[in-house]
Each structure stands twice: as C-alpha cells, then as structure tokens.
C-alpha cells in the first residue's frame, strides 16, 4: 500500500493545489472528505493526498500548507518501502521480524501531529 500512494503521489498532479489531476487525462479526482461533507470542517487526513503530490513534486511549502502533519506521513510511507522488503526477506530466510519500540513511537508521533494540526486548523483556519 505504502509503495502505491508514492508511486500515485508520483503521477498525480495537484497545479493551485487544488483539484488533484489524473495523469495524462487532466481530469480532476472527486473531492473524497466524507467528514468535511457532512460537518462542515476538514477532518485530520484533509490534504493528505494534495500534500504527497506535492512532496513527490519537490513542492515542500505547498505540502506544508495542505497539511504540515503529511509530510511526516510521506517519510514513513517511503520507509516502509525498503523496511517491508527487508522483512519479508527475514521472513523467507526463516529469520524473526525486526522490531524497533522506535517505530511504534514515530506511528504515535504522526497520529499526534495530524490530530494536533487539524484541532489548530479547526480553531484558527488563518494559521496557515
């Protein structure tokens, strides 16, 4: 899953920022926030998908404005590429998983920052 939303952060295209595009069709993707539709504000994971595009597009301020939580999302979605392939290769050689008490703390991290940008996003939505 983590090497399918690199590769689409990839080949999408977010231009403004907003709609994301569909590669060499130019047509926009439907809005998909279910929470925002019904409640009026964004939820924690609103601009995820702008945020990664851009962060594959080298735009880093952009991403940050979408959602300063995503890009910290972004880095472990990359890490699990190599992180998985080399445990499924631990796994083939008969060999126990890895396990680092640090991944779980970065997993509490990222779930921390995403509830932390959208509560000041909600409160203040000039922050950014």
């Not at 945020?51 to 880093?60: E, Y």
């Not at 952009?62 to 300063?68: C, D, G, K, T, V």
């Not at 998983?97 to 409160?123: K, P």
């Amino acid at each position: 899953m983590a090497s399918s939303a690199v590769a689409l952060s990839f080949l999408l295209r977010a231009p403004g920022g907003d709609p994301v595009l569909l590669p060499f069709f130019d047509q926009p993707l439907p809005g998909m926030c279910t929470f925002k539709r019904f409640a009026g504000v964004g939820c924690p994971g609103c601009g995820l998908t702008r945020c990664f595009v851009s962060l594959a597009h080298g735009d880093v301020r952009s991403a940050w404005e979408f959602n300063p939580a995503g890009i910290l999302l972004f880095a472990a979605a990359i890490f699990q590429i190599p992180y998985r392939l080399a445990q499924i290769s631990r796994i083939r050689r008969g060999l126990p998983e890895l396990r680092w008490r640090a991944l779980d703390w970065a997993l509490w991290l990222i779930l921390f920052a995403l509830l932390a940008q959208w509560v000041v996003r909600t409160v203040d939505p000039t922050w950014l």
